[in-house]
């Protein structure tokens, strides 16, 4: 996906499943769903044992939080080992993006992702590209 589609994504509202949000507002994953939450975006995390973060229920798994509304974008703070496991939920969820964020890839995921019609950016930070992109 380049700039200007994206900027177009994140220029609206939309919805950010986050995979791995940690409740902890000293994590990254907090840092990052706060912003594009303060941003005008609706965040849904997805987190298993934790029952909602940043004012927001939190799902166990991305089908689970997908059946209770669509999702635009699917932000993931997993380490590169676990991405594989997430391939087959973002393939039924059909998001406009798939988001790896800093220090994760995994290219037999990315690409099994790019089959299936899915973009996909790894090793940014979504935050970083909505400030670039669209400003605060």
């Not at 939309?14 to 000293?26: D, E, F, M, Q, W």
């Not at 044992?49 to 669509?70: D, M, N, R, Y």
Request: charged letters at 15%; one cysteine or more; a neutral charge.
């Amino acid at each position: 996906m380049n700039d200007r589609a994206l900027a177009e994504l994140l220029g609206r509202p939309c919805t950010i499943a986050v995979v791995g949000l940690s409740p902890n507002p000293a994590r990254p994953s907090h840092e990052v769903a706060a912003g594009l939450q303060a941003g005008g975006h609706r965040i849904v995390p997805v987190r298993p044992g934790v029952t909602s973060v940043l004012g927001e229920p939190a799902w166990p798994s991305l089908e689970q939080a997908a059946a209770a509304g669509p999702i635009d974008i699917i932000d993931i703070f997993r380490r590169p080992e676990f991405i594989p496991e997430l391939v087959p939920g973002c393939i039924t969820i059909r998001p406009r993006l798939v988001f790896l964020q800093v220090g994760i890839t995994h290219p037999g995921a990315e690409a099994a992702l790019a089959a299936a019609g899915i973009p996909v950016i790894a090793n940014r930070c979504l935050l970083v590209d909505y400030h670039r992109l669209i400003g605060y």
